[in-house]
């Protein structure tokens, strides 16, 4: 009956036609619950009043009709190219942002194996060899977009915030790339099911527990690399209008924004795959595998089990993303290169000549050498953070106190 | 000229080792946000369902045409509130009365309520206290000609309003033959003693010197 699904190639392309679709609806409603947490941190409600076309009298479900009303008015709004614009690239920039979000969930395994009648499915749209380069090389392509817009929109404002973007993503690549670098090294592989694989109860342990710092790491270059809160710069209200989309208008904008929220989803997958050990639930690799999540369950129900449990855990870092937008005050530009260059890439690199020497001694899923060595990396921030006794703030701490007498 | 006295230097405050990883501040952040998040009640009024209460009674909201307790008209168009308006908003047409107690009514009386300041003039200079500001803010219409409100709606307005805020001085206006009036008489003796307890020289100033007061 279902034979023709049993082919991978169909089931990949009919997978990935599920995951754009869920995907949309996912960022329409990561949109309507920004607006809604924004409100709650901010004591106030949020969208509570677009229902469902009143037809169920005055209760609105909490504005849960909000996202639809967003994009038809997107959809409506006048798309306004403005008359000295680099047309093509003007047009191409949103695209690309777009399609670069979009095309980097192909390798996340969102579920582990299917069985299909007799033949066994990754659920998964495409596991290439080299999936986790894939998925670096695709993410650090969302700046493009950002880059062709601000150039693109022949406005200075628009082009300060791609230069800023790329000057961001040239910095927090590196770390983002080293700390990611632990994890290959460590488990060896560079297919992502098989780095899940790796974490699943009894294989052994979730990254996380092993690498805390690359971890943490990892978190920090991935906000930066969804140009979110507190490293928002290209977009910058305050000094640059609106940074990159000052000059877009329309569906255009719309889709820089989905792209914003589908790199946020990707990146959380990834983060979740790499450290948090995918679609699987044995808390921290510690216990055995949650019952429908160990690698030899292949039903329809361990498969959604197995979504269900990657999902939480990706909404989880959505969350995060949120609640940091709304807590931190954006960075000056300065503090973000100086965190970068003189904060996350040398405790990364510590952490990789570690991390390479513990796998030449065969260490490298042992506990006591990893947490050991994070724990030196940590130490040794700390006394270079105490020896330099300087602010990171980069103000200048000891101003010589004014003795010449003022005016006059 | 500023002295060196006047001068007061502001030291950054010293930060711990921790602080300056920024990561102890930034859970401090999270606190702060998390505990609005979840423990905060919402400050945010539900505006056409609830209406939050007003801070002061004598807020000038939309204006009303008050009713004199025969419930005629009670304006006797006499062009002060229209002279007295600074947005130049009122527009009236004074007619000659059909009641005996009167010599003029008005026979128009539009008010243009987007070009009102709600100033309340209007409401000061009326010698009947006919025109008075509610407290009423919400009006809308989807027109600039439907904003213009004449007497009908005006008088509408008093009737809608008259038992949240009372005309202020209901028996002054009970003119002779109406209203009540045995008050009439006694508000009457009591301005003319007023009048007369006045000094001379200061029942001759002008109008000008008593706005300025
Ligand atoms: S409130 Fe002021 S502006 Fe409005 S009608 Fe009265 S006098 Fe004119
Ligand atoms: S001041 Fe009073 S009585 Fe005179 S025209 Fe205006 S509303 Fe009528």
């Given at each position: 009956m279902l034979s023709w699904l049993q082919n991978q190639v169909v089931f990949s392309a009919v997978l990935s036609l599920v995951l754009i679709a869920g995907m949309m609806t996912c960022v329409a409603y990561c ?65 690309i942002?777009m399609i670069v979000a979009l095309i980097g969930f192909v390798v996340i395994p969102w579920g582990g194996s299917y069985m299909l009648g007799d033949t066994i499915m990754n659920v998964q749209v495409a596991n290439p060899d080299v999936g986790l380069l894939y998925i670096l090389g695709v993410g650090s392509m969302g ?33 983002m790339g080293?700390a990611i670098l632990v994890v290959v090294l460590a488990s060896g592989q560079l297919r992502l099911e098989e780095i899940v694989l790796g974490q699943v109860g009894g294989n052994g342990l979730w990254n996380i527990v092993l690498h805390?710092?690359s971890f943490?790491?990892l978190l920090?270059?991935l906000?930066?690399e969804t ?31 989905l792209g914003?929220y589908v790199h946020m989803i990707t990146g959380s997958a990834f983060i979740c795959v790499l450290f948090l050990g995918g679609w699987e639930l044995s808390f921290f690799g510690i216990g055995p595998a949650f019952p429908g999540t160990g690698i030899e369950d292949v039903g329809l129900i361990s498969v959604i089990i197995k979504i269900g449990v990657l999902a939480v855990k990706v909404a989880f870092f959505i969350?995060?993303f ?37 796998v030449?001694?065969?260490?490298q899923r ?43 | ?213």
């Amino acid at each position: 009956m279902l034979s023709w699904l049993q082919n991978q190639v169909v089931f990949s392309a009919v997978l990935s036609l599920v995951l754009i679709a869920g995907m949309m609806t996912c960022v329409a409603y990561c949109i309507y619950f920004e607006r809604k947490i924004s409100a709650w941190i901010q004591d106030r409600q949020g969208p509570n009043r677009v229902g469902f076309l009143g037809l169920f009298g005055n209760f609105h479900f909490w504005g849960l009709g909000q996202p639809i009303a967003d994009g038809a008015k997107f959809f409506l709004k006048e798309d306004i190219i403005p008359a000295r614009v680099d047309k093509p690239l003007f047009i191409l920039a949103p695209a690309i942002s777009m399609i670069v979000a979009l095309i980097g969930f192909v390798v996340i395994p969102w579920g582990g194996s299917y069985m299909l009648g007799d033949t066994i499915m990754n659920v998964q749209v495409a596991n290439p060899d080299v999936g986790l380069l894939y998925i670096l090389g695709v993410g650090s392509m969302g700046v493009y977009g950002v880059v062709l817009g601000g150039w693109a929109s022949n406005n200075k404002y628009s082009m300060y915030g791609a230069v800023r973007a790329t000057a961001q993503m040239l910095s927090y690549e590196i770390p983002m790339g080293v700390a990611i670098l632990v994890v290959v090294l460590a488990s060896g592989q560079l297919r992502l099911e098989e780095i899940v694989l790796g974490q699943v109860g009894g294989n052994g342990l979730w990254n996380i527990v092993l690498h805390p710092v690359s971890f943490l790491i990892l978190l920090i270059t991935l906000f930066a690399e969804t140009n979110r809160a507190p490293f928002d710069l290209a977009e910058a209200e305050q000094e640059l209008v609106g940074g990159f989309h000052t000059e877009y208008s329309s569906m255009k904008f719309a889709m820089f924004f989905l792209g914003e929220y589908v790199h946020m989803i990707t990146g959380s997958a990834f983060i979740c795959v790499l450290f948090l050990g995918g679609w699987e639930l044995s808390f921290f690799g510690i216990g055995p595998a949650f019952p429908g999540t160990g690698i030899e369950d292949v039903g329809l129900i361990s498969v959604i089990i197995k979504i269900g449990v990657l999902a939480v855990k990706v909404a989880f870092f959505i969350f995060l993303f949120m609640l940091v937008r709304w807590t931190l005050p954006r960075f000056r530009f300065d503090q973000l290169m100086r965190l970068a260059w003189k904060g996350l890439i040398p405790v990364s690199l510590g952490i990789l000549v570690l991390t390479v020497m513990g796998v030449y001694m065969g260490w490298q899923r042992s506990v006591l050498f990893n947490l050991g060595s994070e724990i030196a990396i940590v130490a040794a921030t700390l006394g270079v953070v105490i020896l330099a006794n300087k602010p990171v703030t980069g103000r200048q701490d000891n101003m010589p106190v004014v003795t010449q007498p003022l005016g006059g | 000229m500023i002295s060196d006295a006047d001068i007061i230097l502001i030291k950054e405050p010293k930060l711990s080792a921790a602080d300056k990883l920024y990561l102890t501040q930034i859970a401090e952040g999270v606190k702060v946000t998390l505990n609005h998040l979840f423990f905060k009640p919402k400050v945010t009024v539900q505006y056409p369902e609830e209406k939050r209460k007003l801070r002061v009674d004598n807020y000038r909201g939309v204006h009303r045409l008050n009713r004199d307790p025969d419930d005629r008209v009670a304006c006797v168009a006499c062009f002060m509130c229209e002279t007295a308006c600074p947005a130049h908003c009122i527009h009236i047409v004074a007619a000659e009365s059909p009641w005996e107690d009167r010599e003029k009514y008005p026979q128009q009386f539009d008010i243009d309520e987007l070009r009102c300041i709600y100033c309340g003039m209007c409401e000061e200079a009326c010698p009947v206290d006919a025109i008075e500001l509610t407290t009423e803010y919400d009006m809308v219409g989807q027109s600039r000609d439907e904003m213009i409100f004449d007497k009908e709606k005006l008088l509408n307005v008093y009737d809608q309003t008259k038992d949240i805020k009372p005309r202020k001085n209901p028996k002054i206006s009970g003119y002779q033959g109406t209203g009540d009036r045995e008050k009439y008489d006694q508000l009457r003796e009591r301005l003319e003693k007023m009048i007369e307890e006045r000094e001379p020289g200061e029942s001759k100033s002008t109008g000008t010197e008593g706005n300025v007061q």
